[in-house]
């Protein structure tokens, strides 16, 4: 089984700094295969990135993806205020869908 | 317009059953899969199980297993999280969502039903 580990856990910065997250798997996995999604209170999940780098429909491009084998980024290159929020690293493999533990974006 | 659109809140009593649904519109809900995700007060999100309504195919995470049932009615474009013995640790969002294109990542969430289990 493929363990995510996300950090930081809290990350405190202020509007228009620049946000770097890191998601790193246990083992080498496709970068296909990895996806990020934001949580805002009180909200659901949304979708950010897929296939590591690709943005979904409607995802400004402050947000970019890379990284691959274990090491996963998700940047943002200049907080906005809707951005502080909740980030998650998502991964499929072997038909199991596994989920980061999460990095909070906190308004420093 | 896709939209998952899930069940009410609800309020349990330990050792009661729970059937949550979750109605997909505005796409061919035989041709995607329907996973649930569980969120625990606080806490962060726990992917649960996953089936493709178009025939019946159901996957389940190994913490889950034996635990819920995921099902789907693909007549009426529903998917079903069900318990036959809740317990107070079941108290929870769940999420409903649905796979991409690929399968691999969830491009569509449902709004989340919120399960209270309590004495």
């Known amino acids: 089984e493929i363990v995510l580990t996300q950090s930081p856990g809290t990350l405190s910065l202020s509007p228009g700094e620049r946000a770097t997250l890191s998601c790193r798997a246990s083992?080498?996995?496709?970068?296909?295969?990895l996806a990020w999604y934001q949580q805002k209170p009180g909200q659901a999940p949304r979708l950010l990135i897929y296939?590591?780098?690709s943005r979904a429909t409607d995802i400004p491009d402050r947000f970019s993806g890379s990284g691959s084998g274990t090491d996963f980024t998700l940047t943002i290159s200049r907080l906005e205020p809707e951005d502080f929020a909740v980030y998650y690293c998502?991964?499929?493999?072997?038909?199991?869908?596994?989920f980061g533990q999460g990095t909070k974006v906190e308004i420093k | 317009e896709v939209q998952l659109v899930q069940s009410g809140a609800e309020v349990k009593k330990p050792g009661e059953s729970l059937k949550i649904s979750c109605q997909g519109s505005g796409y061919t809900f035989t041709n995607y899969w329907i996973g649930w995700v569980r969120q625990m007060p606080g806490k962060g999100l726990e992917w649960m199980g996953i089936?493709?309504?178009?025939?019946?195919?159901?996957r389940y995470s190994p913490s889950f297993q034996g635990q819920v049932t995921v099902s789907a009615d693909k007549s009426i474009s529903t998917a079903y999280l069900q318990w036959s013995s809740l317990e107070a640790s079941d108290t929870a969002m769940y999420y409903c969502?649905?796979?991409?294109?690929?399968?691999?990542?969830?491009?569509?969430w449902g709004q989340g039903t919120l399960v209270t289990v309590s004495s």
């Open positions: 969502l649905r796979g991409g294109s690929s399968g691999y990542y969830f491009d569509y």
């Open positions: 998502q991964h499929y493999g072997n038909s199991q869908w596994t």
């Open positions: 089936i493709y309504p178009g025939d019946s195919d159901t």
């Open positions: 083992q080498r996995v496709s970068s296909s295969f």
């Open positions: 296939g590591a780098s």
